[in-house]
């Protein structure tokens, strides 16, 4: 048992068309805005107040509070260069290829302790002109939240910006900013294991993202309430939310817990059976998911919790597998440890 901290690492991420352009305060002050907005959706939604550390800096001492003043000194951000030429590639690839990019780096020295966030901008604009102005390229999945944006020149770089955004007046909307914070949490949140989900956040839906700051920082302000330890109502978030089941998985994650990872522990497949063994006698699986085509089409809790699982046709009960031979199971501990695997429809259809 190894004793860490686990964090998001933040890249900034320098694409051969850009000379230095000096965004470090706005990419980091967008993900103390994501970093504070989950630690309040998951208290709002019932749950104790947490949310994933920065390089540097641990969320697990205090609470997030708002009043974010000196952004540079928060927490550290490093710098990729990277060549890419962003019309040609499939994100898919992309993505990829920065992975491997960050495992040849000095990036790569703390590997079972971090997730990355690597965030680029591009001066490309998009062929198609829309309305959110969508990311030139959003992917996250294992250790790496990947996006890159057109538009981070205009992003907000202090609580003040952040007010004029809110009030129609800053360099880009609401509805803009919103939506590229949004995805860049979605992104984030599949490092955390979540799959996608019907509505909310892990839909793509992030039209709401905002409303909590405006609560915060407008409504707030006018009932002369304090923004510190005030609980959002759950109505403040609209859609802009996470399933239940996402939130089980979040609540109990190894990032957002900062607990002992216990590297030892183990689930093994025996048939369609799910052994779990862990050198502490007192570990426990927690729950299983099912993954069609990364949607979470099943969720089972284990209440007593339990360290071996059958499944059997009956799980497939009411889920559209949509023709694979394979399907993706995830399991997880009771300290958060995540565990993914295959296993064969065929099989599962003819065990009982
Ligand atoms: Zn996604």
Redesign the pocket.
Same mark, same amino acid.
């Given at each position: 048992m190894t004793s860490v901290s686990q964090f998001v690492r933040v890249v900034q991420l320098e694409l051969n068309e850009e000379n230095e352009l000096h965004l470090d305060r706005k990419t980091k002050f967008a993900v103390r805005i994501i970093q504070f907005f989950l630690q309040e959706i998951i208290k709002s939604f019932g749950y104790e107040r947490k949310t994933f550390s920065l390089e540097s800096i641990s969320a697990s001492s205090e609470n997030l509070h708002l009043e974010i003043k000196d952004v540079e000194k928060n927490f550290v951000t490093h710098v990729c260069k990277y060549s890419i030429d962003l019309e040609t590639v499939e994100t898919e690839l992309v993505w990829k290829d920065v992975a491997k990019k960050l495992v040849q780096s000095n990036h790569f020295d703390r590997k079972t302790e971090c997730k990355w966030l690597v965030i680029g901008h591009s001066r490309r604009p998009k062929a198609t002109s829309d309305a959110l102005e969508e990311p030139l390229l959003? *992917?996250?999945g294992g250790g790496l939240a990947l996006f890159i944006q057109n538009n981070i020149t205009r992003w907000p770089e202090s609580i003040g910006d952040l007010v004029s955004v809110l009030k129609g007046e800053g360099s880009i909307s609401k509805a803009q900013y919103s939506h590229s914070l949004g995805a860049m949490l =979605? *992104?984030l949140c =599949?490092t955390f294991d979540l799959g =996608?989900a019907p509505k909310g956040i892990?839909n793509?839906d992030f039209a709401h993202f905002l409303d909590v700051f405006e609560f915060l920082l407008l409504k707030n302000e006018a009932e002369n309430l304090s923004t510190q330890d005030c609980l959002i109502p759950p109505k403040v978030f609209g859609s802009t939310i996470f399933t239940k089941e996402g939130l089980t998985v979040l609540n109990r994650h190894l990032w957002l817990n900062h607990t002992f990872l216990s590297l030892e522990s183990e689930v093994v497949l025996q048939g369609t059976r799910i052994d779990f063994s862990s050198p502490r006698s007192a570990a426990r699986l927690m729950f299983i998911q099912f993954w069609v085509e990364?949607l979470v089409v099943k969720h089972i809790d284990l209440d007593v919790g339990c360290n071996s699982f059958a499944l059997g046709r009956d799980h497939l009960c009411g889920i559209e597998t949509n023709g694979g031979e394979k399907i993706l199971v995830l399991v997880m501990d009771d300290v958060g440890n995540v565990f993914k695997r295959f296993i064969d429809l065929y099989e599962l259809y003819m065990s009982k």
């Open positions: 959003a *992917e996250g =979605h *992104e =599949h =996608h892990m793509r990364g």
